[in-house]
């Protein structure tokens, strides 16, 4: 007997992926994210799925990881928001030979989009990491500014600029490398709330915009002015 295809839930955005059996089949472009997929897998990186080829349907055929997946942004405790850093320091440590990168004098390949959305979760904590539709070469404090906008929910009135920066120290001590500490991690967030706040509102997603600029507005205002603790 055939099995049966289910449609994920959880994430933001996941249009036509489903899983079956034990496979998750889903769009994905042919390049970039099967060429590293597979490298992650020989570099022995546990933290993402593996890819298993094409169906004939022509979607990525990858293994599925058990756990569940947030559908909005929210409320981590601290050991979510450094086991979440620590996830990302793992991805980008095994990424950093990958070819892609040497070619393009790149320190690292930025998942571009590792928010709680696409993280896989196994008793609270990130386990792993999912949707490789943004992959590119860049390096680690871009990646992390997107990253600790999204997992800190950075512009978010529940928290105070002082408590952000607090959970932000908490982030930053997580991804462990003294060359991106809490301050150049929070430049690179203001950064990537505008570029997303600039590309959504070019793209005519007005609701992301708004969220975004917003969020930029209030970062400098409680944040970005203030001094580390």
Request: proline share 4%; aromatic share 10%; charged share 20%.
């Amino acid at each position: 007997m055939d099995e049966e295809e289910i449609s994920l839930s959880g994430g933001r955005f996941t249009p036509g992926v489903v899983r079956l059996g034990y496979t998750v089949r889903r769009p994905l472009r042919e390049g970039l994210a099967e060429s590293l997929l597979t490298y992650l897998e020989i570099a022995g990186f546990s933290g993402a799925p593996r890819f298993r080829g094409r169906d004939d349907k022509c979607r990525a055929v990858l293994t599925y990881i058990e756990g569940s997946v947030p559908s909005e942004l929210g409320h981590f405790e601290d050991a979510a928001l450094a086991a979440a850093a620590g996830l990302l320091r793992r991805f980008h440590d095994a990424t950093a030979g990958f070819p892609a990168v040497g070619e393009a004098a790149a320190e690292v390949v930025c998942h571009n989009d590792f928010s709680p959305t696409n993280a896989v979760f196994r008793d609270g904590l990130p386990y792993a990491v999912i949707d490789f539709d943004t992959l590119a070469p860049g390096t680690r404090l871009w990646d992390l500014g997107y990253s600790a906008f999204t997992w800190l929910d950075i512009g978010n009135d529940d928290y105070s600029g002082a408590e952000q920066l607090r959970r932000l120290a908490v982030f930053a001590d997580g991804y462990g490398l003294a060359a991106c500490p809490a301050e150049a991690i929070l430049s690179h967030a203001v950064v990537r709330q505008n570029a997303l706040a600039a590309k959504a509102r070019a793209a005519g997603q007005s609701d992301i915009a708004e969220w975004a600029a917003v969020a930029a507005e209030w970062t400098a205002r409680h944040m970005a002015s203030k001094s580390m603790p």
